[in-house]
T-cell receptor, first 111, second 116 residues
Framework: EDQVTQSPEALRLQEGESSSLNCSYT??????LFWYRQDPGKGPEFLFT???AGEEKEKERLKATLTKKESFLHITAPKPEDSATYLC????????????FGSGTQLTVLP | DSGVTQTPKHLITATGQRVTLRCSPR?????VYWYQQSLDQGLQFLIQ???????AKGNILERFSAQQFPDLHSELNLSSLELGDSALYFC???????????????FGDGTRLSIL
């Protein structure tokens, strides 16, 4: 059974204090690992797709990396507007394309 | 704005009732996915439709059903509602190329269903 575990559940940072969020996964053949951001009362907003171990992608203060067992979302010099819940999801090999999500990391960046 | 539209935004009803949630996918997307998000379960996949046909089923109760119409909009029908069905229901859509790379799913802002 495909599983995604995210840690920590919650993270409070001071503005400018860099940190990383972890996503550990167990999947029968990975076709893609996805990072989303979710603000309260909104749907998940797509950030990155990673396909293979060693791959990295960046967007503003966010950088996502992938190994064979986990992915990290590095946040460099965060700002209060980066506060949100960050969700990790995997799509396994096979014809079905639904995503299996982790429970998310709730990030709060204090000014 | 993801381009995925869900209506209504909020729905309040009573146990035993039936409701219909509606989703319009992004222009050009043939696949529609439905997910349920509750506090204790996180985001759970319910069902997927591709160009009008059911493609995959997840943890969807028999009281729930969905369909995708020729104009590609989709409806999720929930019947004999119970208190535990209170949750956020999200629709997502995507392009489905025949091979890699994988295209992401884009989510609407959901329907918040409250059962009293």
């Amino acid at each position: 059974e495909d599983q995604v575990t995210q840690s920590p559940e919650a993270l409070r940072l001071q503005e400018g204090e860099s940190s990383s969020l972890n996503c550990s996964y167990t999947v029968s053949g990975l076709r893609g690992l996805f990072w989303y951001r979710q603000d309260p009362g909104k749907g998940p907003e797509f950030l990155f797709t990673l396909y293979s171990a060693g791959e990295e992608k960046e967007k503003e203060r966010l950088k996502a990396t992938l190994t064979k067992k986990e992915s990290f979302l590095h946040i460099t010099a965060p700002k209060p507007e980066d506060s949100a819940t960050y969700l990790c999801a995997v799509r396994p090999a096979g014809s079905a394309r639904q995503l299996t999500f982790g429970s998310g990391t709730q990030l709060t960046v204090l000014p | 704005d993801s381009g995925v539209t869900q209506t209504p935004k909020h729905l309040i009803t009573a146990t035993g009732q039936r409701v219909t949630l509606r989703c319009s996918p992004r222009s050009g997307d043939l696949s529609v996915y439905w997910y349920q998000q509750s506090l204790d379960q996180g985001l759970q996949f319910l069902i997927q439709y591709y160009n009008g046909e059911e493609r995959a089923k997840g943890n969807i109760l028999e009281r729930f059903s969905a369909q995708q119409f020729p104009d590609l909009h989709s409806e999720l029908n929930l019947s004999s509602l119970e208190l535990g069905d209170s949750a956020l229901y999200f629709c997502a859509s995507s392009v489905e190329p025949p091979g890699p790379p994988e295209e992401p799913q884009h989510f609407g802002d959901g329907t918040r269903l409250s059962i009293l």
